[in-house]
């Protein structure tokens, strides 16, 4: 299992490192659009070929990984920071507050996710350039996902409340925000790095299917999302097999991280 | 007398049964589950297909030559300036259920058309003006239909008009054309059999249709269907996608069929709405005739057609595909890709290139967004292309899709976007199924909704020619009118066309006398006459 850790942790980095400096190493900008190769097989020009519009499918790759693995972290940062605070509110106040914030929370996490990424997707102004787009539906991720991280976060934060160092500082004269800024926050650290693992995974996932609905980052920026959905028709794909490569890092991706997440999980 | 005459249809019956390829069966997919077997009520493409395929209708267009022809009307005029029609009706028909036809089941089904509780999609096309439309059955296979106003092209709107039998119990699944409704399995499948009083017979007497029976399977995945064709199980897809057919075409090319550019076009229009919540200085950009010529002659429509449709469109020159035989203005050319004349326009209304970006004449740099529906990967590779093709005169282009819903709530209530890319599938070749595109009263009017008056001269003009050519009975005449109305929108583009795609489909050779057109159903339009070879109807 370590040395599966070390490997995986190993290819999170070499990929990283490799989106990060996509552009040294990307042969073409991943809008530029070969007009007369398009689909083309790979070659010394196109490592990976080239998609259906003759853009170079090993540049939007690295560029894809970049977005991706940049924004689901950021996404899953702002989710678990919003986890945090309310979870951690509700569970340290207890009481109706308490009960009030979690039936909110219940409520969110009833709402079909998709349905609604679409809807407030919709509503969003038109003209947006492509980054701000990518910006605004990860920001969206973030701001949607954190109900279940809460949930967690109460339930920990609320047992915290009621520990013998609590206690003790509360019978030292600390209270209030005090009490949960040095006290509370530390120790809710550990399931927070975990809600956070969690979620950079399910945004990576969640950007992917919004991109295969045509709704997640806008032309001509590539995401994993927008790359898969080069293989929604499997009988025009299943003669090329370098299309795989987006699927098959993606899937490696998130399996790594999760292999890197067993230890994180691992109680502190 | 009677009984003589039961005889002689038992025999009749017998023999056609006999010529008919015992036991063959044709299949095809349904991408969805028909909305309804009423004729008068199909709107989406599964109950149009069945409506094709059992309906009888007195006029027929035919799919290869556009030509009309006598179905079960032998004769047909057209008097009163257009507001009255007479067919002569063929003797002794009766419907599949055994009913006799006669001129009072097309009095009925014309008073059903036109009943204004039924909303009958195919009645809308006869709705000319305010009053009643009268029938009059003079004898027994003579009927008089006189509307309230004229109606331009009169008879070929018989084309969808399935007839319904006023007496029959089994009401709308009793009729007239080759096949009838046997079995319907909700969701899974549909099954149709032989006609055995269908009326039409070839040319050496033989009854008509020869297959025996057409079973419809709902399916909605294309690969699954494609897989289907590949290995027998159905026997043609009507109209398949560039990337399937190319790689059909390399499979088994005497399966790919190309019958050429068909009636649909792909198209984008600015938002003109006065009231849109856009700032003035785009909207005086959109409503510029340079400025959207410019953007026009800035997109490379050969390189849309050869690399998003795999070379199977062609560049579009106007609102008329060149598939419209008839009306299709022949003097029109698509715009050229010319990005040097697209700046000269643009120049022409102060507009000009700073450090590789366009700005008008108070300095806002040139970029709008364009929309449309999620899902639609030719749309998406189209808009993606033009964003590229915009850049190469400095203006930036944001490509956005929006779901279905939404985008229909921003192009028809909100008018909260700047440009947006759909398509037009069209079935009808008459001008009058645009009408509703061209008035500019109209409220799908798309550039500009609904306008009180019209906005512009050029507008003004389009509106007096549209009402012009359609309340005149001279086919010339409204030729004449119709292709002005194609070069006014040729000059003033308030559509880009872009490209009109072909009509692709996919047939097994197992289906025997199968000529694909352009026009919808671009496979089964002579169903009847289709015939499955005899080692594959044996095998079935």
């Not at chain 2, 001269?457 to 010339?476: G, I, T």
């Amino acid at each position: 299992m370590k040395y599966a850790r070390i490997v995986a942790i190993a290819f999170l980095v070499a990929v990283s490192l490799g989106c990060l400096l996509a552009d040294y190493i990307a042969p073409a900008s991943y809008a530029r659009q070969f007009r007369e190769e398009p689909n083309a097989a790979p070659s010394r020009q196109h490592l990976l070929g080239t998609d259906d519009l003759g853009r170079d499918r090993f540049s939007r790759v690295l560029y894809g990984t970049r977005v991706s693995l940049l924004l689901a972290p950021a996404a899953a940062l702002l989710s678990s920071l919003l986890a945090a605070l309310i979870g951690g509110i509700a569970g340290f106040a207890g009481g109706w507050l308490e009960r009030l914030v979690m039936a909110g929370t219940d409520l969110f996490l009833s709402l079909p996710w998709l349905f609604l990424l679409i809807t407030v997707r919709a509503l969003l102004p038109l003209n947006v350039s492509p980054l701000v787009s990518v910006a605004i539906t990860f920001a969206l991720l973030g701001c949607l996902g954190w109900a279940g991280a809460a949930r967690v976060i109460c339930a920990d934060a609320r047992s915290l409340a009621h520990s013998d160092f609590v206690l003790l500082a509360r019978a030292s004269g600390s209270d209030g925000f005090r009490l949960l800024w040095r006290h509370l926050l530390p120790n809710l650290k550990p399931v927070l790095y975990a809600q956070f693992w969690i979620s950079v995974p399910v945004f990576i996932l969640t950007e992917a299917n919004l991109g295969i609905l045509g709704l997640g980052v806008a032309e001509p920026l590539p995401s994993w999302g927008s790359l898969l959905r080069e293989m929604e028709s499997f009988s025009t794909v299943s003669g090329q097999p370098w299309q795989f490569v987006p699927l098959i890092l993606f899937i490696v991706v998130v399996s790594s991280f999760h292999v890197v997440l067993s230890k994180e999980e691992l109680p502190a | 007398m009677k009984k003589l005459s039961y005889c002689l249809s038992f025999v009749v019956l017998v023999s056609s049964a006999m010529l008919a390829q015992a036991g063959s069966e044709l299949r095809f997919c349904l991408r969805a589950e028909p909305k309804t077997f009423n004729p008068l009520l199909a709107a989406d493409d599964a109950s149009e297909t069945i409506r094709y395929l059992t309906g009888g209708v007195l006029l027929r267009v035919n799919r290869l030559t556009q030509d009309l022809e006598p179905e079960l009307a032998t004769d047909w005029k057209i008097t009163n300036g257009g507001k009255t029609i007479t067919f002569e009706l063929r003797d002794g028909l009766q419907f599949s259920d055994g009913t006799p036809f006669s001129a009072e089941d097309v009095a009925y089904t014309v008073q059903q058309l036109m009943d204004p509780a039924l909303h009958s999609p195919t009645g809308d096309s006869f709705r000319s003006g305010e009053g009643k439309v009268e029938t009059r059955v003079a004898r027994k296979n003579r009927i008089t239909i006189t509307f309230p106003a004229p109606i331009a092209g009169l008879d070929r709107l018989f084309d969808q008009v399935a007839v319904m039998s006023a007496k029959s119990s089994q009401k709308e699944m009793a009729v007239l054309g080759p096949y009838y409704v046997a079995e319907n399995k909700a969701g899974s499948y549909i099954v149709l059999k032989r006609n055995p009083y269908y009326w039409r017979k070839d040319p050496v007497g033989h009854a008509l249709p020869y297959i025996e029976s057409v079973h419809l399977d709902i399916q909605q995945n294309r690969d699954a269907e494609m897989l289907r064709l590949t290995r027998g199980q159905i026997d043609f897809i009507n109209s398949i996608d560039a990337e399937y057919f190319d790689k059909l075409a390399a499979q088994d090319p005497a399966m790919a069929h190309d019958a050429g550019v068909s009636l649909d076009s792909e198209q984008m229009w600015f938002n003109q709405v006065v009231s849109a919540p856009l700032p003035v200085y785009k909207k005086m950009w959109f409503t510029s005739t340079n400025f959207r010529r410019a953007v026009s002659e800035a997109i490379n429509r050969e390189d849309m057609a050869r690399i998003v449709f795999h070379g199977h469109a062609r560049p579009a020159a106007g609102p008329v595909s060149p598939a419209n035989k008839f009306w299709f203005n022949a003097k029109l050319a698509p715009h050229p890709f010319d990005q040097k004349s697209a700046l000269q326009r643009l120049t022409q209304d102060g507009f000009h290139l700073q450090g590789g970006v366009l700005r008008d004449h108070e300095g806002h740099a040139v970029e709008f967004s364009v929309i449309t529906n999620s899902g639609n990967k030719y749309r998406e590779r189209m808009a993606t292309m033009m964003q590229q093709d915009l850049s190469g005169i400095g203006i930036k282009l944001n490509v956005v899709t929006l779901d279905f819903p939404s985008l229909i709530e921003r192009i028809t209530r909100t008018f909260d976007y700047e440009a947006c890319l759909l398509g037009l599938v069209n079935d009808d070749l008459d001008p009058n199924a645009q009408m509703n595109v061209w008035l500019s009263s109209s409220d799908t009017h798309q550039w500009n909704p609904s306008e009180k008056t019209p906005a512009t001269a050029w507008e003004a003009e389009v509106d007096r020619l549209m009402r012009a050519q359609a309340s005149n009975p001279n086919p010339k005449k409204r030729k004449e009118y119709y292709d002005r109305v194609q070069e006014i929108a040729w000059e003033q583009e308030p559509f880009i066309y872009l490209v009109n795609k072909n009509a692709l489909s996919a047939v097994s050779a197992s289906v025997h006398n199968v000529h694909p057109v352009a026009l919808r159903p671009q496979v089964y339009w002579n169903v009847d006459e289709l015939s499955l070879s005899s080692e594959f109807a044996r095998n079935r």
